[in-house]
């Protein structure tokens, strides 16, 4: 088998007309029968040490009669594919541009070969890998999804020849999927995947239920404002630029201390690292509700605030709360709201459309 003659396999999604979209999606995840992984905004590439021995990077939209190999525009990719395997080796992914949508890709696949070269040196891109058809001339076809997850986790990880070579994560289990769905939206990503996990390949195919590609309209905007109350931030500093962080405080005294002191800290002074809002005293959250008829009914608290937005409710409560505004999220059946993310204030609705019954329907 020549596997630069398959044709991609293409995704299923439920129509946008139809009314009961999001609850099917969510009866789907439900099931247990999918494996979730970020859906990133790029073109669809696929990286083949083919059976005959050579080497082929082939887009989506090439037609499979008249294949134009971007093996010379794309050398990281080939380099990659050729150091680590060997023929019959078939291997699926995106190539995309952190921050940036699927138009910047056509600099490097739409453009001659030198051009081409001299773009990725500019901003190079990043093989993003989903799904492998085949590997050391062994047929991966008939195996489940499940399985060929499982042989993607043995592959040769990026290191220092081959920096941008990225494997996707795959997540089971339906509070898994839906926490999966509302970062990736949080963090600006195009959407998630969905595969059932005991599906095998089918290229030029759709084939309903058997993937689903979720995009931003599975979340809601809610009506909603800011009640006044709010959570004190987290105050541990817990990321990776400790070398660099300019917040601390003074276990003795109490005395919060700005500044880069983490060779002071490694020497053993009595001082930590603290966050950014406890350092500055800003909220670590803020409550947010909506009317229940004529009564104010806390929904969600609201983090992930800019430090803009809570040195104004820390400075003057007045000029953020009861203000409507808009947030996305998905709703729980609890009354309360998944996974909250600020989107602004509304300046054309009135304070009492914020209503509960909106979000959640009628008890």
Known sequence: MLYRELEPEKFWSISNKDANKKQKINNAILTNEYGASIKKDGEYIRAIYDTDGEIWIIGRGTDAKEVHNLDKHLVFITNWIKENFTKGTCILGELYVPGMTSRAIRAYTG????KSLKNQKLRPPTFYIFDVWAVNGTDLMDKTYEYRMKILETFPKFGIDTPYIEFAKITTGTEEILNMIAEAFENGEEGVVLVKMDSTPNPGKRTAWKTLKIKKEFQNNIDCFFTGNWR???RDYSGSEIVEWP??????????ILGKMWSDYNEGAPIEPVTKPY???LP????VGVYKG?????????????????????????????KPMAISGMETTDASIRHPKFIGFREDIPLS?????KIFGEE
């Open 111 to 114: 453009s001659l070969v030198d």
């Open 232 to 234: 004190p931030p987290t």
């Open 247 to 256: 917040y601390w405080e003074n276990l003795k005294t109490g005395e919060k």
């Open 279 to 281: 350092f500055l005293g």
């Open 284 to 287: 670590g959250s803020l409550e």
């Open 294 to 322: 004529q009564e104010l009914t806390p929904i969600c608290f609201l983090s992930g605030l800019t430090d803009e937005l809570k040195q104004k409710f820390a400075n003057d409560k007045n000029t953020v709360i009861m």
């Open 353 to 357: 459309d914020c209503q509960y019954d």
